[in-house]
């Protein structure tokens, strides 16, 4: 997993609020960040998944395709395609690249095996680096 030095400022100061603190979900994203390589902004390689980045994903199972926006906890909006860091899927999504994929059970237990087939919009990649 890589991600900007940005986006971990911004998640650890979101996992360090009281609320968050002994959730699972955070703990779960907290051991993830605690391995992820960290880079500058400037040097995010374009096939990675940061926050607010828009991606294309294709569930291997299906064949379908969804565009998610990859979010902070309180701007998930399903209707929206906008998902959560903490949503289980969120935090598996972060720092993929391209072509990289993962295994997640849905809700309703439906099991979706998704593929990063694309990424449409990387803040950094665009110089948005206040977003």
């Keep these: ?4 030095s940005r986006d971990l400022a911004r998640l650890d100061a979101l996992l360090d609020s009281p609320a ?18 960290v880079l500058p ?5 374009q096939d990675v998944v940061t926050m607010q980045s828009t991606i294309e994903c294709r569930d291997l199972h299906s064949g379908q395709t969804h565009a998610l926006t990859l979010v902070y906890p309180h701007q998930a909006d399903v ?13 598996a999504l972060l720092g993929l690249a ?5 295994d997640w059970l849905a809700p309703g237990g439906r099991q979706l095996r998704l593929q990063v087939a694309g990424i449409r919009y990387q803040p950094e990649s665009q110089g948005d680096l206040h977003r």
């Design 20 to 37: 968050l603190r002994r959730h699972p979900a955070a703990l779960a994203l907290m051991d993830e960040l605690n391995r992820a390589r």
């Design 79 to 91: 209707e929206k395609g906008h998902v959560s860091v903490l949503a289980p899927v969120g935090t």
């Design 98 to 102: 391209i072509g990289q994929r993962i």
């Design 1 to 4: 997993m890589t991600v900007s």
């Design 41 to 45: 902004p400037e040097q995010m390689p």
